[in-house]
């Protein structure tokens, strides 16, 4: 299994970034998908998941702010990040697993990918 995310970079406050994660070696459909960042000298933590039918879950802190969708065909999922504010600043890393949308937050994920790194300037 393979997961190979892309899109962050540095912005300021109220810039917009795409996120993309690819997955690969695992059916994509079979699986949901998440998005979990670790801030600078924090744990990592969960942002939000995606089904496998394509509902959704967000955590409190980018509820209404985030978007978290999938490319079935690409065997993508992204997360839109609008608005971006100095708090968002982290690496954000995806990973799935087929379990239902809300116990992917819990999972014990046994590898990560590399992440993508995102910088948001005041």
């Known amino acids: 299994v393979r997961l190979e995310e892309s899109g962050g970079g540095r912005v300021q406050t109220g810039g917009t970034l795409t996120l993309s994660c690819v997955l690969s070696?695992?059916?994509?459909?079979?699986?949901?998908m998440g998005w979990f960042r670790q801030a600078p000298g924090q744990e990592r933590k969960w942002v939000a998941t995606?089904?496998?039918?394509?509902?959704?879950s967000y955590s409190n802190s980018v509820r209404g702010r985030f978007s978290i969708f999938r490319d079935y065909d690409k065997n993508t999922v992204l997360l839109h990040m609008p608005n971006l504010v100095p708090e968002d600043t982290a690496v954000y890393y995806c990973?799935?697993?087929?379990?239902?949308?809300?116990?992917?937050?819990?999972?014990?994920?046994?590898?990560w990918g590399q992440g993508t790194r995102v910088t948001v300037s005041s």
């Open positions: 990973n799935g697993e087929s379990v239902p949308l809300d116990t992917l937050r819990r999972v014990a994920f046994a590898s």
């Open positions: 995606v089904a496998q039918d394509g509902r959704t």
């Open positions: 070696g695992r059916p994509f459909a079979d699986v949901a």
